[in-house]
């Protein structure tokens, strides 16, 4: 079984980071950082559009370049390595993802050929404040196909188009679409500590809204939208935290005090060898992810959020260590270490914070445990010498020892 790329994807892989070594460096994402007024790098995200990014996942028949979940988290590592200051996650990763479980074929005829050529750019508005979200706590409520209420923050929702907005419906809670250049919406920017990925709060006075999906189907939606999200945004965790580590890796290497190498103490050694450790614990379930992605498999909840935590951990620790590593100067402003801690303590909490995916992964191992159980509890005792009775060569149990009385095969 082959748990790497294919050829063709690891071609896209280095296609992609000589363009965005080449056309997104971190100049250009201090270009946004250093001006209030820009919400983004206009001229990398027209780039981005060009190369048809966008439409990576979308299918040909909507507009897109058919290619795959997998194509487009090749496509999320070497964004999150670049630090890219576009709103591409938004529009590819949520957005379009909605439409592509939920949306009626009207709706996605109508909407995802506009993601795929970039006129359209789409965002998630389902935060109302600081807090977990929980079916009930909705303040925001659809009524007669207009919506009023309030969402902050919403990533790059100062620049979006259109936006995928969970509000109350009578009992229950479903998601919308709103067109956000209508009467009866307005926005305001929201300081953050990462300027290069914009957010906004959305306010909503009776706003024209279509639903997405069943009514009152919202949080069940959500919770799918946040699982194919979620693993898209680990990948892009994962490039920055790749970064991050071969920044300090280089920079121990030339950086020499008392006649030698820092790379050559004991301390640096550790850190670096700590930071490589937590980005292959990283991969290997951003991988596990990609493939449960992919091929739409049960797993997905389980994959997802296993990637999620385990990218956000490594990202934070390979972004703090990175500094930590160039010392003094890694603290200054000039250099860019910080762009990296910015970005990882961003998408920690994007679609989530890891305290929400870790209990998620702990409920999804909870239910498969509960699930094991139930069939053990249902199986019938196989009768001696029938397909499936206990034999001599038995395989280990699960605490690594074999059952008594029983030999094991070498």
Known sequence: MNFDFSDDQKFLRD???????????TAHVREVLDDDSKSHNEG??????????????????????????????????????????????SSAY??????????????????????????????????????????????????DGSITGKKIPVTDGDIATHAIVLVKDGSGESLVIVDLNQSGVSREPVKTLEPTRSHATISFDGASAELLGEAGNGMALLDQINDRAAVLIAFEQLGGA?????????????????????????????????????NEVARSNAYYG???????????PEAAAAARVAASEAYWFASKENIQTHGGMGFTWEVDCHLFYRRAKLLAVQAGSPAVWKEKLVSALEAKMTESRTRSA??????????G????????????HSRPGHKVKE
């Open 242 to 278: 790749s970064r991050c580590l071969e920044m300090a890796n280089a920079y121990a290497k030339e950086r020499v005090a008392f006649g030698r190498a820092i790379g050559g103490n004991q301390a640096i050694k550790h850190k670096l060898a700590d930071m490589y450790v937590k």
């Open 44 to 89: 990398v995200w027209k780039q981005i559009v060009e190369m048809g990014w966008l439409g990576a996942a979308i299918p040909e028949e909507y507009g897109g370049l058919g290619l795959g979940m997998l194509e487009l988290c090749v496509i999320a590592e070497e964004l999150g390595r670049a630090l890219a200051p576009v709103p591409f996650g």
């Open 290 to 300: 990609a493939w449960a992605l992919s091929s739409d498999a049960a797993e997905l």
């Open 389 to 400: 009775a206990h034999s001599d060569f038995d395989t280990l149990s699960a605490n690594g």
């Open 94 to 143: 949520f957005f379009a993802e909605a439409l592509k479980i939920a949306g009626s074929e009207d709706q996605k005829s109508q909407l995802l050929p506009k993601v795929a050529d970039g006129s359209l750019i789409g965002c998630i508005a389902i935060s109302e404040g600081p807090g977990e979200i929980k079916a009930g706590n909705i303040a925001t409520r659809l009524k």
């Open 378 to 387: 249902v199986r019938p005792e196989p009768v001696e010498g029938q397909v």
């Open 15 to 25: 296609e992609a980071r000589k363009f965005l070594e080449a056309q997104c460096t």
